[in-house]
């Protein structure tokens, strides 16, 4: 299984960007889909998960994002997204896809987002 996550780049300050997590060797819809995020010397965070289909896809977020962020899932392109909205400088941080199924976990490279003031 391999993720390939994209759509990372520079956008000022009350802007928006959808980062892309391309999932292969796999079906997305059986993984339990994560974002996180890790700014240059913080842990890395998460940012936003969504369950299996079969665990009905519901969605959790972190409290400094709730009500900007969006996680979907589209089974049909294998791919599971992130929207962000009303970006905050603090939103800086490289972002990483992270797909578990049972005890098998994989995490994609990471994408560079950047909120400038």
């Known amino acids: 299984v391999q993720l390939q996550a994209s759509g990372g780049g520079l956008v000022q300050a009350g802007g928006s960007l959808r980062l892309s997590c391309a999932v292969s060797?796999?079906?997305?819809?059986?993984?339990?889909m994560g974002w996180y995020r890790q700014a240059p010397g913080k842990q890395r965070e998460l940012v936003a998960s969504?369950?299996?289909?079969?665990?009905?896809?519901?969605?959790t977020y972190g409290d400094s994002v709730k009500g900007r962020f969006t996680i979907s899932r589209d089974n049909a392109k294998n791919t599971v997204y992130l929207q962000m909205n009303s970006l905050k400088p603090e939103d800086t941080a490289a972002y990483y896809c992270?797909?578990?199924?049972?005890?098998?976990?994989?995490w994609g490279q990471g994408t560079q987002v950047t909120v400038s003031s």
């Open positions: 969504i369950s299996s289909d079969r665990s009905g896809g519901s969605t």
């Open positions: 060797g796999s079906s997305v819809s059986m993984y339990v």
């Open positions: 992270k797909a578990v199924y049972f005890l098998d976990t994989y």
